[in-house]
């Protein structure tokens, strides 16, 4: 009994044979068997002595002078002829039962278990096979009308994959006797069959891969399904995520399965290369076009040199964006796709894949390497910074995906490049020393407040030590130090202890020293750069008490932007703390001591009593210095800048501690020897109040008029 597919298949074979008959004799020049089926182009005798053939007697003789009705009678004959002469349709089952025996004989007869070993006549139903195939494959022609993969039905698709399965194997089978004259002509027909088919495949294979690179617009048209499934989620991230973890990137199910189906009939075609040279080539233009979407852009190497710094910070951040989601993510959907599409072959998988990555990949490590290339300068440290531990951190968690080879290479690639921008950032902080020590103004900063560069150092070295390990890292790999063996170790991991210790003498000092790391060594050298290049500018001012001011700002500031850094303090350590704290109450000991000490003079006792009498004219000297003197101070020292309110607290509490006491006693003591009324307050300007309010009113950088007393 006929089933349902076969009533399908003989219907599909009859519109075939109808429909082409025509175009594939004129194609093919070959010689069809007229009992299995008659070719209409052809003319045919009627034979005789049979009653299929029009008698005779029936028709009146053609008249000698008229041509054209002779040969319209023959024609007549020969059409009545042919409709009683043909057969039905050829069924297509049937033929393809007997071109699958011929291919069976056909293997036997290759491997010899054949007992008579020699390769089989083509058989008569070839030409049928052929004729039928072509026409089938003739109606996907693209050339010819555009006919999409996606718009065949379930039973056309199955026929056609069919159809060129089984011209694939008789192609492959054929070409193992292409020594046999026999078989020359049907090995071109065939191999020409496979060939349009092969095409069209390709064609359909590239339009699927280029077709579905975008899911949010081509899944719209999939099935209600997919379409619900979008409905339900609000943004394009949530829908990229959705599908970064089921059909990413962007393929839906029944795509995936056609592309495999297409993949394994190009490969059994023989149509390998060109097959992976199409995915190659379509995979490859979708992910370049994701990184434009992701912001990076490709520039030659002069034309990132020639770029600005502020918009080349732009691409910086872009490509570190793009890195870390290609490998995070891409990558991965990439390798998933490439085992759905070449399910039957890992190591074509890992090829296609790997060479996929390593033509992205090199084009983010062209950038960075064209970064590592640009002139150095302190601000790009960060940026550097930036990319290095990008290609520390992200280009190793590929190795799991990528074929060990080209793992290799590309963390090769990017190792090189990483000691690039090393060695780049260990000549930014060169740079900086030679900024320090270029730093030679001769104009000091007014009022002795913090020095620019002091500020400009300190916060390079606040943020930069953010990097601390990373940059521990950069040093350890491109400074050289005397110590060889403190260059690995427990030493680096335990010099934050070591620091932290009481290191009361030499010999610990020393220790310390030996144990700090190639980074703690550079930011030491910075720190000692600095002070260096502030000492000097110290003695641009002629007043020894503002230099001493002008290094307490710059040396408490440097201490505070140390210790509010975790990072800073852990690697000058504890024992140089205490020395820059040290340093603070030397300079402010010789602040009080050129400023309050010499007003304090005023106000001894030195010639004061002569035969145990007061001495008048020098009680007023005295009174008349101290009043003029402090009145100078206060003008001067209103306008000079203490920043830091708790150093400048620290310093108006103890002057006030050393003077208010002296002068309050000096005050008690010969205030009774002036005469009430003018001669008091002639020589006695201020009571210890006035004193307190004047000297709260130092260091605010603000000039205030002095000689106001408290009524």
């Given at each position: 009994m006929e089933t349902e597919k076969?009533?399908?298949?003989?219907?599909?074979?009859?519109?075939?044979?109808?429909?082409?008959?025509?175009?594939?004799?004129?194609?093919?020049?070959?010689?069809?068997?007229?009992?299995s089926r008659p070719d209409?182009?052809?003319?045919?005798?009627?034979?005789?002595?049979?009653?299929?053939?029009?008698?005779?007697?029936?028709?009146p003789p053609p008249k000698e002078d008229d041509p054209n009705s002779e040969k319209t009678e023959v024609d007549n004959k020969e059409d009545e002829a042919t409709e009683e002469e043909s057969p039905p349709p050829p069924?297509?089952?049937?033929?393809?039962?007997?071109?699958?025996?011929?291919?069976?004989?056909l293997s036997r007869a290759k491997s010899g278990d054949d007992e008579e070993s020699n390769p089989p006549d083509v058989p008569h139903v070839m030409d049928q096979f052929a004729f039928l195939v072509e026409a089938n494959?003739?109606?996907?022609?693209?050339?010819?009308?555009?006919?999409?993969?996606?718009?065949?039905?379930?039973?056309?698709?199955?026929?056609?994959?069919?159809?060129?399965?089984r011209i694939s194997k008789l192609t492959n089978i054929l070409r193992k006797f292409s020594s046999d004259s026999k078989y020359a002509e049907v090995i071109n027909r065939i191999g020409g069959i496979l060939q349009r088919?092969?095409?069209?495949?390709?064609?359909?294979?590239?339009?699927?891969?280029?077709?579905s690179k975008a899911p949010d617009s081509s899944d719209q048209n999939n099935d209600s399904k997919t379409s619900n499934q979008e409905a339900d989620q609000p943004s394009p991230e949530e829908s990229n995520s959705a599908a970064e973890s089921s059909n990413f990137p962007g393929y839906s199910e029944e795509v995936m399965l056609n592309l495999n189906r297409l993949a394994k009939l190009m490969a059994m075609g023989g149509y390998e290369a060109e097959c992976f040279q199409v995915y190659f080539i379509a995979r490859r233009t979708i992910l370049e076009a994701t990184l434009h979407k992701l912001g990076f852009e490709k520039f030659s190497i002069d034309d990132i040199q020639k770029m600005q710094w502020e918009p080349l910070e732009r691409e910086i951040d872009s490509w570190n964006k793009t890195v870390k989601e290609f490998v995070t993510v891409h990558f991965t959907g990439e390798r998933k796709l490439s085992e759905a599409v070449f399910s039957d072959d890992k190591l074509i998988t890992d090829v296609i894949f790997g060479n996929l990555s390593r033509s992205i990949m090199m084009q983010l490590l062209n950038f960075a390497e064209a970064i590592a290339m640009t002139k150095r300068s302190s601000e790009k440290l960060f940026k550097f910074l930036d990319i290095y531990e990008s290609l520390r951190d992200v280009i190793p968690s590929m190795g799991d995906l990528l074929p060990r080879e080209i793992a290799n290479e590309l963390k090769s690639e990017a190792m090189l490049t990483r000691c690039r921008l090393g060695e780049a950032m260990v000549c930014i902080f060169c740079e900086l020393e030679n900024s320090i020590k270029a730093d030679i103004g001769k104009t000091p900063v007014p009022g002795g407040a913090v020095h620019p560069l002091t500020r400009y150092t300190l916060n390079y070295l606040k943020y930069a030590c953010e990097f601390k390990e990373t940059l521990e890292q950069v040093f350890r790999e491109h400074q050289k130090i005397d110590q060889t063996d403190s260059t690995t170790g427990p030493d680096y991991d335990n010099t934050n202890a070591a620091r932290g210790g009481n290191n009361h003498n030499s010999n610990n000092n020393n220790n310390e020293t030996l144990k700090q790391s190639p980074f703690a060594k550079q930011i030491s050298k910075v720190m000692d750069l600095l002070d260096t290049n502030l000492e000097t500018k110290s003695k641009l001012y002629k007043d020894t008490s503002?230099?001493?001011?002008?290094?307490?700002?710059?040396?408490?500031?440097?201490?505070?932007?140390?210790?509010g850094s975790p990072e800073i303090h852990s690697l000058m350590g504890d024992t140089w703390s205490r020395k820059r704290s040290s340093d603070l109450r030397n300079y402010h000991k010789t602040y009080q001591r050129e400023t309050w000490g010499r007003l304090l003079n005023c106000l001894n006792h030195e010639g004061l009593n002569v035969n145990g009498k007061v001495v008048k004219p020098v009680l007023k000297e005295k009174f008349k210095s101290f009043n003029t003197m402090f009145d100078e101070i206060h003008k001067m020292q209103s306008i000079w800048v203490v920043s830091d309110e708790q150093l400048q607290s620290e310093l108006r509490v103890s002057i006030s501690a050393v003077v208010i006491p002296?002068?309050?006693?000096?005050?008690?003591?010969?205030?009774?020897?002036?005469?009430?009324?003018?001669?008091?307050?002639?020589?006695?300007?201020?009571?210890?109040?006035?004193?307190?309010?004047?000297?709260?009113?130092?260091?605010?950088?603000?000039?205030?008029?002095?000689?106001?007393?408290?009524?």
């Open positions: 076969d009533k399908h298949l003989t219907e599909k074979s009859s519109s075939f044979a109808s429909k082409d008959s025509k175009q594939s004799d004129s194609e093919h020049d070959h010689d069809h068997d007229p009992k209409p182009d052809q003319e045919h005798e009627p034979e005789k002595g049979t009653d299929d053939s029009t008698p005779s007697d029936s028709e069924d297509f089952d049937k033929v393809c039962e007997e071109i699958d025996q011929f291919i069976s004989t494959i003739a109606n996907y022609d693209p050339s010819e009308r555009s006919m999409k993969w996606s718009h065949l039905s379930e039973a056309d698709s199955s026929l056609f994959f069919e159809s060129v399965d088919a092969m095409s069209y495949l390709e064609d359909e294979f590239r339009s699927l891969l280029e077709d503002l230099s001493s001011i002008f290094m307490m700002n710059n040396g408490r500031y440097i201490l505070q932007k140390t210790k002296a002068y309050r006693s000096f005050l008690a003591r010969f205030s009774q020897h002036f005469t009430p009324g003018r001669q008091t307050e002639k020589y006695i300007k201020y009571q210890p109040e006035d004193i307190e309010t004047h000297i709260d009113e130092l260091f605010d950088g603000n000039a205030t008029p002095t000689g106001r007393r408290r009524p």
